[in-house]
Structures are given as C-alpha cells and as structure tokens.
C-alpha cells in the first residue's frame, strides 16, 4: 500500500534561518505529490504540487523536488518567518485511483520566533 | 473566486444530539470528501462521492451518514454524538480523473460535544 512519512515535529527556528521539512512515500503506481499547509484554526491550503519525477514545485519561496531515485518530496525555504508558523502535510495521491485519494504523512508543526 | 465553503465554523451540540455539518463548492469537482482531524494528527477519510457513487471508509462508525442532493452540496449527518467525536471536520473536493489534481479544502467546522 501507499504511505507517506515525514520528520516529526515541533520544528522550532528562528526567523530567517532555512528550513528543511523532510519527506519520503512508498507507492505502487506513480503517485503525484503535494505539501498542504494548515495554518491554525483553518483547513488545509495546497501549498505546492509535483506530478512527475524531477518536477519542482514552488510558492510563497516553499520548493519541492520530486525525487523518484530516492522516494523524497522535501519542503524547503530559504528564510522562514513568524508567519510562516503552521502545520505542515506532505501527501501522495496514486494515479491508478479515481477520485485522487490522499495519503498523507504524520504533519511537521513549524515554528518561526522573531 | 470559486471555493469550498463549510458551515458553520464553530459546531457545539449535546451528548447524544443529532447534528449536521454543510459543505457547498463552486468548482465544480466531481469527488467530494469528508475527512475528521484531531489535534493536528493528519486527516482521516471518513467517506467520498464520486458524482452520486458513495464510498465508505471501512473504519467508519455506523454513527457518521452523509448526503449530496447536488453536485455543489455535501452534508454530513452525526447521528448520535459521542465525546470522542469532537473533533474539526474538513471538507474538500477535486476532479475525478485521476490522481494528477490536488484536493480542494474548505475552512472546516470545529465539533464541540457538551
């Protein structure tokens, strides 16, 4: 079956500092890959995507590589900020699924201090 | 802008005391969800819509019901609330091709059990 993990938390940095959240999933078929940020109080917001081995997605300064060879989607960003504070999921969905059902990992909870 | 929208954000109800949690989206999806989220654990699928096809987790109290006149509405219906089914309650919808697409979440609606 699919399964996704992904470094515990809490993730505690100061601001600026760089900010690595690691990643790695097993899956039977060729899944694509995403990082859901949920800031607190609210719902999940798709942060980044990539559907194919060697794609990087990117937002907000997050990126992600997707890497086939070693099975890792890691979340990094180059200068973290307060508001950057939340939890954050790393998830598969397999293409051989209808509906794009989600595997997510454990969460990573971040937080920035000033 | 189209979205996913859950209402209300903040749920209390009695022990025992049925509720219903609504979800609407403008986007057109075809795949609707209802995941359950404690304490910021990952969230877990209770039940989806692909159209009018319903699909049950297996692990799934026989207390959660959902229904989905619409395209654009989904309930879910708790018939009888225990403690341990405080919790948020997320909704998310997406296209039903297949797994390149992401999930589309709404706000959530946060349970509270008197």
């Known amino acids: 079956g699919n399964s996704v993990t992904q470094m515990e938390g809490p993730v505690t940095l100061s601001e600026e500092a760089f900010l690595t959240i690691n990643c790695t999933y097993t899956a039977t078929g060729y899944p694509s890959l995403f990082w859901y940020v949920q800031y607190p109080g609210e719902g999940l917001q798709l942060l980044l995507k990539?559907?194919?081995?060697?794609d990087k997605g990117s937002n907000k300064g997050f990126e992600a590589t997707y890497r086939k060879e070693t099975t890792s989607f890691h979340l990094e960003k180059g200068s973290v900020q307060v508001s950057d504070s939340a939890v954050y999921f790393c998830a598969l969905s397999d293409h051989n699924n209808a509906g794009n059902m989600l595997t997510f990992g454990g969460g990573t909870r971040l937080m920035v201090k000033p | 802008d189209a979205m996913v929208i859950q209402n209300p954000r903040y749920q209390v109800t009695q022990f025992g005391k049925p509720v219903t949690l609504s979800c609407s989206q403008t986007?057109?999806?075809?795949?609707m969800y209802w995941y359950q989220q404690k304490s910021s654990q990952a969230p877990k699928l209770l039940f989806h819509y692909y159209d009018k096809d319903f699909n049950n987790e297996a692990d799934t109290p026989d207390n959660f019901q959902s229904r989905r006149p619409n395209t654009s509405f989904c309930f879910l219906d708790i018939r009888s609330p225990g403690l341990g089914d405080a919790a948020m309650y997320l909704c998310?919808?997406?296209?039903?091709?297949?797994?390149?697409?992401?999930?589309?979440f709404g706000d959530g609606t946060r349970l509270s059990i008197l």
């Open positions: 990539a559907t194919k081995a060697d």
């Open positions: 998310a919808t997406s296209r039903g091709q297949g797994g390149t697409g992401p999930q589309h």
């Open positions: 986007l057109n999806h075809n795949v």
